[in-house]
């Protein structure tokens, strides 16, 4: 159980253009979800909190018109990054935790959107 | 920002043999969990060690807790080449924090058959 789905898993296009992931929570419905970023060799950085219903929570850091988030059901959360640039070809990985109500909970997370712009 | 480091940072071994890596941090934590990379693919959880524990285990994995040193350690015995990856620590300080992760820099481990 517990299955996180990101789509797609790899993605090369052109800059300027925009670009959608997605992350879903497969057999559990996700209140928070979280999408990082990774560079390769290099450990993963928050970049924002994803709510469902209200506003995304961003990292220091992180442009919010930039890397757009929406939460708009219990088991969807999509980051576009708009108008990307080569300077945005990263890892893009989303996790969430089940929402027992129980403290001390491990997060589950997707298997990551290779972006590549050229 | 990352929360913490790991050392060390890159870890080559033989099969067979244990592997150790350890975690420093920075702050009051509400629990320290590990986790496993393969190239290329998201994260996969290991084990999540809560403030108030010491030591836990889960099949070939032990996990040390010293709140006191802000340290933790991951020890992978009888390692095998499947064990592959790299490995990272990850804080949560609770739900103040929104139960965000911070990650530490990461292990990469190769066990050589």
């Known amino acids: 159980g517990a299955v996180v789905s990101q789509h797609p898993s790899w993605v090369i296009c052109k800059s300027g253009t925009s670009v959608k992931i997605e992350c879903r929570s497969l057999d559990f419905q996700a209140t928070t979800m979280f999408w990082y970023r990774q560079f390769p060799k290099q450990s993963l950085m928050l970049m924002a909190t994803s709510n469902e219903g209200s506003k995304a929570t961003y990292e220091q850091g992180v442009e919010k018109d930039k890397f757009l988030i929406n939460h708009a059901s219990l088991t969807l959360s999509t980051l576009t990054v708009t108008s990307a640039h080569p300077e945005d070809s990263s890892f893009y990985i989303c996790s969430a935790s089940v929402p027992t109500g129980v403290r001390n909970q491990p997060q589950h997370f997707g298997d990551g959107t290779r972006l590549s712009i050229l | ?113």
Request: charged share 20%; aromatic share 6%.
């Open chain 2, 1 to 113: 920002s990352q929360q913490g480091e790991e050392d060390p940072q890159a870890l080559s071994i033989q099969e067979g043999e244990n592997a150790t890596m350890n975690c420093s941090y920075k702050t009051s934590i509400n629990n320290l969990q590990w986790y496993r990379q393969n190239s290329g693919r998201g994260l996969v959880h290991l084990i999540l060690i809560r403030s108030n524990e010491r030591e836990k285990h889960s099949g070939r994995l032990r996990v040390t807790l010293d709140t006191s040193k802000k340290s933790s350690s991951l020890l992978i015995t009888a390692s095998r080449a499947a064990d592959t990856a790299s490995y990272f620590c990850a804080t949560e300080m609770g739900q103040a924090a929104g139960n965000k992760l911070t990650f530490g820099g990461g292990t990469r481990v190769l066990v050589k058959p």
